[in-house]
């Protein structure tokens, strides 16, 4: 056993009417390293946000093999501040920004020329805190403003500390599950980590909880959702590493995050390019693009992330993310709540729930009659004046009921919007026109 498991108590959901900008808001402020105390709160109050239920924790004891990886022990930051000239420039206790993430023990005494290479800064954003870490290496330093910088010369006298400690309580990953009628689930992969950072990670978190308990409100779906909350890629590898059996029930997955500024959507398309799951996203992002063909890239070209565990050698889940990509403030302190808005967050949630009914509601069709249909007789014919596209391309979706193709596929190669399709095509279904040979 690489971990155990421990369900959190559901004893009382004293938070359950909080918003998304709410619990968004007391999880900024956490130390939400990779492993830490602070990491701990943020899971009870993930919890205290779900409506039906509860989060399943997973514990990984520290320097446990999973996979390839190793489980990173927990982070304790005691006391870490440094001062040029006798000016306190970076403290620990205002920003945890101030201290590189995992940053080694370290007492500094000297000319601010001998310590240079251990402070990083932006140049791009001068005024902002930049956010760095060295989870797997043996580092130390501290993260500044580069207008702070630079007012100081080489010569400047330094002192400072960095007193912290690495302790054995375990890493933990956070599950919640919503059981569907079949035995497979969609998995959707949710990062918690990332001290100070709101867009990047728990952006896409508020949002996975919010559409996880508008799930858990309805009937069953077709599938199951399971929720993964980790730590950024180590607790998505540590989850496969001793769940083969939940993974191999595991149809397609996805992953969410940066999604509350003010930009459009953009996929980031699986490593298959053109699954049934890319399509549905294509699909439901048509209604979001104002007429605009929706943006896409590759496989890893736009932000990688967890997809690249699930989608990676060995497992090959078709896995695309969604994100708003790119933003100026990214791992910076200027990613703060003033740049999230709550309508762009509950447009996410409005996204992805449409992604979920478009694969819910898909199934492959064939074709029980032969020649052209008298379209009228059966309720089949379309007015060009209440749908032109649809009109048009009715006899192109005949063509296309030869038991190969899903109502994703036809929606989706005919440019046609998945709900029309899925109408028209339910329309024969009832008239036992056509019949289900595939569902999905």
Excluded at 222 to 237: D, M, S
Excluded at 281 to 295: C, D, E
Excluded at 307 to 323: H, M, R
Aim: some cysteine; proline content about 4%; overall charge positive.
């Amino acid at each position: 056993m690489f971990g155990i498991s421990v369900r959190v108590k559901n004893i009382m959901k004293t938070n359950s009417n909080k918003t998304m900008m709410q619990l968004l808001n007391q999880l900024w402020p956490l130390h939400r390293t990779i492993n830490s105390d602070d990491l701990d709160k943020a899971f009870k109050l993930c919890d205290s946000y779900i409506k039906n239920g509860s989060l399943t924790m997973h514990n990984y004891k520290p320097g446990r093999d999973v996979l390839s990886w190793i489980v990173p022990p927990r982070y304790h930051v005691h006391n870490a501040w440094l001062e040029i000239d006798g000016n306190r420039v970076a403290d620990f206790e205002k920003n945890s920004l101030h201290l590189l993430s995992y940053s080694m023990p370290k007492k500094i005494t000297g000319k601010l020329k001998d310590i240079k290479k251990n402070i990083w800064t932006s140049k791009k954003r001068p005024d902002a805190i930049p956010w760095e870490f060295k989870y797997y290496e043996r580092s130390w330093g501290f993260c500044m403003p580069h207008n702070e910088l630079i007012k100081y010369k080489d010569s400047s006298k330094v002192e400072g500390l960095i007193d912290v400690s690495f302790g054995d309580e375990p890493m933990r990953v956070g599950e919640y599950y919503i059981k569907g009628e079949t035995s497979q689930d969609i998995l959707f992969m949710t990062n918690i980590c990332h001290p100070n950072q709101v867009n990047d990670s728990i952006s896409g978190l508020v949002v996975a909880l919010e559409f996880a308990n508008k799930l858990s409100l309805r009937k069953k779906s077709k599938y199951g959702l399971r929720v993964l909350v980790v730590p950024e890629t180590i607790g998505t590898v540590a989850w496969f590493a001793e769940n083969n059996d939940k993974v191999k029930n595991i149809k397609y997955a996805w992953f969410c995050e940066m999604v509350g500024h003010q930009n459009s959507f953009i996929l980031q398309k699986s490593f298959q390019g053109d699954s049934q799951i890319d399509r549905a996203f294509l699909l439901a992002m048509k209604v979001y693009s104002k007429n605009k063909k929706p943006r896409t890239g590759k496989f890893r070209t736009v932000v990688a992330s967890d997809e690249v565990v699930s989608n990676g050698p060995g497992y090959n889940i078709p896995s695309p993310s969604i994100t708003r990509w790119p933003y100026d403030e990214y791992h910076t302190s200027d990613d703060n709540p003033k740049i999230i808005k709550n309508k762009n967050l509950e447009q996410t949630v409005a996204l992805l729930d449409e992604v979920w009914k478009i694969i819910n509601a898909s199934y492959t069709p064939k074709r029980k009659f032969k020649g052209p249909l008298m379209l009228s007789r059966y309720g089949l014919w379309v007015d060009w004046r209440e749908n032109k596209e649809l009109n048009l391309k009715t006899e192109e979706i005949m063509f296309m009921l030869e038991g190969d193709k899903s109502l994703i596929d036809i929606a989706y190669e005919l440019d046609l919007s998945f709900i029309d399709v899925k109408n028209y095509v339910n329309k024969m279904l009832d008239k036992q026109l056509v019949e289900i040979v595939g569902n999905d």
